[in-house]
């Protein structure tokens, strides 16, 4: 009642492709994150019950993302160049990977990571220290229009078990990870070395 007392704000281009992008019929973002909450969480499930079986690389990345946001939107496994968006991406003050530059820049950083043979055989110090970088750099590459977070969890701890290590990002909280990612983002990586260790058994 009287909501013309209290006016939504206007939605910015970026939100209506949101919105006009999603599968589930959702008319504004409450009701999109809401329902998206839901329906990747019983995604994101069935893939710690049942993990993608492919090789570490950019492709199952998208594997992730295509699994747990298939049934909510049309660009479910296709990163921001593919879909378009080629241009700048920031939250906040923290700018990530140009879309245009995507597919070098992922090329890039997952040929490193198969070259360091995914981290296996390390000391857990200098395992925690070169995870880490690679962390930071997985969310500065930031590919998607959604969903990083949630796809780079389950990638990592995957990517951990690999290595014969059981990693838990379950319990950090979404400040903690987003106070690490930032100092992380200007080169301090001692906020994620701790996230690391602290869930590394």
Request: proline share 2%; hydrophobic share 40%.
């Amino acid at each position: 009642m009287f909501e013309w007392l209290n006016p939504k704000p206007a939605l910015s281009d970026f939100d209506r492709q949101l919105i006009a992008s999603n599968l589930i019929g959702a008319k504004d973002l409450a009701e999109l994150k809401a329902r998206e909450t839901t329906l990747s969480a019983i995604r994101s499930f069935e893939l710690k019950q049942n993990p993608i079986k492919v090789e570490f690389d950019y492709a199952h990345l998208k594997s992730i993302h295509r699994h747990i946001f298939k049934d909510i939107y049309v660009w479910a496994g296709m990163d921001r160049y593919e879909i378009g968006l080629r241009g700048d991406f920031r939250k906040g003050d923290s700018f990530f990977t140009t879309g245009s530059k995507l597919p070098a820049v992922a090329k890039a950083l997952f040929e490193e990571l198969k070259k360091e043979n995914y981290f296996k055989d390390l000391k857990r110090e200098q395992y925690i220290k070169s995870f880490a970088s690679f962390m930071n750099g997985l969310n500065i590459l930031h590919p998607f229009r959604e969903g990083n977070g949630r796809v780079q969890r389950i990638f990592l701890e995957e990517l951990a078990k690999f290595a014969n290590w059981n990693l838990n990002l379950t319990t950090v909280s979404a400040n903690t990870m987003i106070q690490a990612s930032i100092m992380a983002h200007k080169g301090n990586l001692k906020g994620l070395e701790i996230i690391i260790r602290d869930g590394l058994r």
